[in-house]
């Protein structure tokens, strides 16, 4: 299974990436993850992307067409993935589909999960992140214990470029260059939408019923 994640930010791509990663023993592979990563590591890559991120902005596409690629080549993504975060306007579709064809390889599937505006911020605000492994908690659905994360143990702190500034940013930015990306995959067949404001549960139901 090769497939895409779209959706506004607080949409919940990454819990429905993580579900969908265990169901069908593939990776997840989540561009800002990946970037938040390289940003910690102080390594090459972090110091090239770090404005772009503290600021909301989408890192240039060159760059980020080639992160992928590299990520795309290593074993574990052999027989399947889910892009969560890429692509994020056109011209990284078609570096993604430039890239299936060099590969001899198809995507399957690009699953857009919605949810309105009022919604996106709410959870976005409210959002925690384990700094170690990335899983997703929420102010009103925190950790068992303490900002201690449930699966790993490491910190779970609010994300730098969480604040309500940067969340518009990269909600305008969504709606100007990632929307229209449901047309791109609605006319190659491609396209799954699912409403994104049920319980998780449900989402990911009603996404392996799609899929
Ligand atoms: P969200 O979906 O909540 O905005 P992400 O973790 O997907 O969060 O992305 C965080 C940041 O990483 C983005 O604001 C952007 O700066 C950068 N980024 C992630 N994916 C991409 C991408 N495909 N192209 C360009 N920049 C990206
Ligand atoms: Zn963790």
């Known amino acids: 299974m090769r497939l895409v994640i779209l ?89 993604l589909e430039r890239l299936m064809r060099s590969k001899g390889r198809e995507l399957d599937r690009a699953l857009v999960i919605d949810v309105p505006e009022d919604v996106s911020l709410r959870r976005t605000l409210g959002r925690r992140v384990c700094e170690n492994c990335g899983a997703t908690y929420h102010e009103d659905r925190p950790p068992r214990n303490d900002w201690v994360c449930d699966r790993c143990g490491g910190r779970v702190v609010a994300r730098s470029d969480d604040s309500e500034a940067t969340v518009r940013e990269r909600l305008r930015t969504y709606h100007e260059q990632t929307e229209p990306l449901k047309d791109y995959y609605r006319e190659r067949g491609r396209l799954l939408e699912v409403d994104g404001t049920a319980s998780p549960e449900e989402v990911f139901e009603r996404i392996v019923a799609g899929l």
Request: hydrophobic residues 40%.
């Open 7 to 95: 959706g506004p930010q607080g949409a919940g791509k990454g819990t429905q990436a993580e579900y969908l990663a265990d169901k069908y023993g593939i990776p997840h592979i989540a561009t800002g993850d990946m970037f938040r990563w390289a940003i910690r590591q102080g390594d090459e890559l972090g110091r090239a992307v770090k404005d772009y991120v503290e600021a909301g902005r989408l890192v240039p596409d060159e760059l980020t067409i080639r992160v992928v690629s590299e990520r795309l080549d290593a074993d574990d993504a052999a027989s399947g993935w889910i892009l969560d975060g890429f692509p994020r306007n056109l011209a990284q579709a078609e570096g």
